[in-house]
């Protein structure tokens, strides 16, 4: 048994205090009759008044008998009379009226001043506010609880998650098995830091998760926590942006006194952008607070080795706009990009959010996954319960196909407003486009080769990716070298062109590097037939600080620039024909690395060959 709390309550002790003075000042005051000052002066004068007391701001006395004679209606007098004599009091307002004294004596009153009895007066004035601010105070008090409250500004708000409370393990981490593999190092770290200390092995103090948002980057950093069994302190970079300044850097200083106090331990900061945007030339009466917030974080990141067992673990969707400060050595210097799911994946994420769902049998997840093009892990636990709430409606025992399909056509109305799912048709266009890519790079004998292919949309701008990698690390680049790639950058669009006999936008950016690789073959490195061994560079720009271009000073007359045009578009045109014979004499089998894209998704490597040697 819990013993029950003794409180104090202030709004029992106020309603008391209240009642008595009211009882005083009712039950126990004697009758007064209250009078104008002008009838007291004139009641001075016939000489009805016998004794008085001066306050500060009332006079009180007491009348003769026969005083109010002429001053009341005759049968208040009446009732006066009998109820308690002659002799009453009364009382009046006092007036600024210096002649008064003089009055008195001259009427041969008896007066008298009184020192004024000032413990009333005293608690209204000052105990009384006082105890109605405590009373408040304790209000919030108990209202924030006991960290919280006017004592705890600058304390962090940072929870401590227990691997007990929060009980998120890699298991319920599905479909980024990629991240998920880059960080279970750093279990293994902080479950025996030790054994990773006694080898010396270097272990990152940070790690910047980088994923659009809802693919599940707080939940790996809570199952890395709950893996290793250690305590997880968490913050949102967002929330310091509002705040006074110096309390967020107060903050994150005890969030990291506490998480070393309690290592092995992480530390997860949310939406880390928010507070480490790069800090440019700072606006007039720019963001102080944030900036201050951040130069604590660096600090702190610089302060503590990690032979502690902290480790931080952050967040963002927008990686490019962090201040570099961030991303240098021993700060956040590894970093896992958390990609959208492809297809497999979000059939392994549906079935973890419908481990306690009840579903009808015969019900496919595999065929929900692949109607769900561009869905996160929140946006599928999201149609999960949203299907699940469906078939609760409609009293069903079981959620079946039905409550899948109208969830997801809800979901997509509601994603397609942000431009985050494609349609059917872009599908294609993307998987022939990625799949053009791809074959013209694999027939290059100097393009890189390709590591991966996926029509999942990423980012604002892409819609698909073909990923090549460099077979060694290149710091020349020959002419052929440099024409193979152009053909690997005009594949896509070729590609469109044969199969659609019409283009798309799709194609946008690679036009602009196929472009500006052309231009610099010319004007940087001479490798033009025509224009000769003289380059034609625009004004250099500073390397390292982000000096505003100066503006275009060419150093060229207006014919050469006409013949650099030519000479691009020659480049390009002769790219275009090179690609479109290549694409045409494989048109089969562009053909099916465009539908295998289309059914999966994302083609790795290795079917990519297969599927090669097959059509060959
Ligand atoms: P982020 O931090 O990247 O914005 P969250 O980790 O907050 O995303 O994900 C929100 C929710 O979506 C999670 O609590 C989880 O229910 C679900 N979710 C996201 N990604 C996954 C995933 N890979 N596997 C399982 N559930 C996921
Ligand atoms: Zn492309």
């Known amino acids: 048994m819990e013993p029950?709390?003794?409180?104090?309550?202030?709004?029992?002790?106020?309603?008391a205090l209240v009642v008595l003075l009211l009882l005083q000042s009712f039950l126990f005051a004697p009758h007064r009759e209250n009078l104008s000052y002008s009838e007291f002066k004139m009641l001075v004068k016939k000489g009805k008044v016998t004794d008085l007391v001066l306050d500060k701001q009332v006079i009180t006395g007491t009348l003769a008998p026969g005083a109010l004679e002429g001053l009341l209606p005759?049968?208040?007098?009446?009732?006066?009379?009998?109820?308690?004599?002659?002799?009453?009091?009364?009382?009046?307002?006092?007036?600024?009226?210096?002649?008064?004294?003089?009055?008195?004596?001259?009427?041969?009153?008896?007066?008298a001043g009184r020192v004024e009895n000032t413990w009333l007066s005293t608690l209204l004035a000052w105990v009384l506010p006082a105890l109605v601010f405590f009373g408040l105070w304790a209000l919030l008090v108990r209202r924030m609880g006991p960290q919280g409250g006017l004592m705890a500004i600058g304390k962090s708000k940072a929870k401590v998650y227990v691997e007990r409370s929060t009980g998120v393990t890699f298991e319920d981490v599905a479909g980024i098995d990629e991240a998920r593999g880059e960080l279970e190092e750093i279990v293994d770290f902080l479950r025996q830091p030790d054994r990773y200390r006694r080898l010396g092995g270097k272990i990152p103090k940070g790690v910047l998760l980088a994923g659009a948002p809802g693919t599940g980057k707080t939940l790996l950093a809570k199952a890395v926590a709950g893996e290793a069994g250690v305590p997880f302190f968490s913050l949102s970079g967002s929330d310091f942006v509002e705040m006074f300044v110096g309390v967020g850097a107060a903050r994150v200083r005890d969030l990291f006194a506490q998480a070393q106090q309690k290592a092995p331990s992480i530390v997860f900061i949310d939406e880390l952008d928010a507070l480490g945007k790069a800090r440019g030339v700072n606006v007039v009466g720019g963001h102080d607070e944030r900036e201050q917030t951040l130069n604590q974080l660096l600090a702190e990141m610089d302060g503590f080795d990690t032979e502690k067992g902290v480790i931080i673990l952050a967040a963002t969707n927008r990686p490019e706009i962090l201040d570099p400060a961030l991303l240098r050595p021993g700060r956040f210097d590894r970093q896992v990009v958390i990609d959208r799911p492809d297809l497999r994946g979000r059939e392994k994420i549906l079935r973890v959010h419908t481990r306690q769902v009840t579903l009808a049998p015969g019900l496919d997840l595999a065929q929900i996954a692949a109607r769900t093009p561009g869905f996160v892990g929140a946006?599928?636990?999201?149609?999960?319960?949203?299907?699940?709430?469906?078939?609760?409606?409609?009293?069903?025992?079981?959620?079946?196909?039905?409550?899948?399909?109208?969830?997801?056509?809800?979901?997509?109305?509601?994603?397609?407003?942000?431009?985050?799912?494609?349609?059917?048709k872009e599908k294609e266009i993307v998987a022939y486009h990625e799949a053009g890519h791809a074959l013209v790079a694999e027939s290059r004998p100097r393009a890189d080769r390709v590591a991966k292919i996926s029509i999942i949309p990423r980012g604002v701008a892409?819609?698909?990716?073909?990923?090549?990698?460099?077979?060694?690390?290149?710091?020349?680049?020959?002419?052929?070298?440099?024409?193979?790639?152009?053909?690997?950058?005009?594949?896509?669009?070729?590609?469109?062109?044969?199969?659609?006999?019409?283009?798309?936008?799709?194609?946008?950016?690679?036009?602009?590097?196929?472009?500006?690789?052309?231009r610099h073959m010319i004007t940087r490195y001479s490798m033009s037939e025509t224009l000769g061994l003289a380059t034609f560079e625009e004004p250099r720009q500073a390397l390292f600080l982000k000096v505003p271009a100066s503006p275009h000073v060419r150093e060229y007359s207006e014919r050469t620039a006409e013949a650099i045009d030519g000479e691009i578009q020659s480049l390009l045109g002769a790219a275009h024909r090179r690609v479109r014979d290549t694409l045409t004499a494989k048109r089969a089998t562009l053909e099916r690395l465009a539908k295998l894209l289309i059914e999966r998704e994302v083609v790795d490597r290795a079917t990519l060959v297969g599927l090669l040697r097959e059509s060959a």
């Open 379 to 424: 946006d599928l636990a999201n149609l999960v319960n949203e299907a699940a709430l469906r078939a609760a409606r409609d009293g069903k025992a079981a959620v079946d196909a039905a409550d899948f399909d109208a969830a997801i056509d809800r979901i997509v109305a509601g994603l397609e407003r942000k431009s985050r799912v494609i349609n059917p």
């Open 462 to 518: 892409a819609l698909g990716y073909t990923q090549q990698q460099p077979t060694e690390d290149r710091y020349l680049m020959t002419r052929a070298e440099l024409l193979d790639r152009l053909d690997v950058l005009l594949g896509g669009r070729v590609a469109e062109e044969l199969v659609f006999g019409d283009v798309s936008t799709g194609a946008q950016d690679d036009l602009q590097r196929a472009t500006d690789i052309a």
């Open 4 to 15: 029950k709390q003794q409180k104090f309550s202030v709004g029992y002790f106020i309603a």
């Open 74 to 111: 005759k049968e208040k007098l009446e009732a006066l009379k009998r109820a308690g004599g002659g002799a009453h009091a009364f009382i009046t307002a006092r007036v600024d009226d210096p002649g008064l004294v003089a009055e008195l004596e001259a009427a041969k009153v008896k007066f």
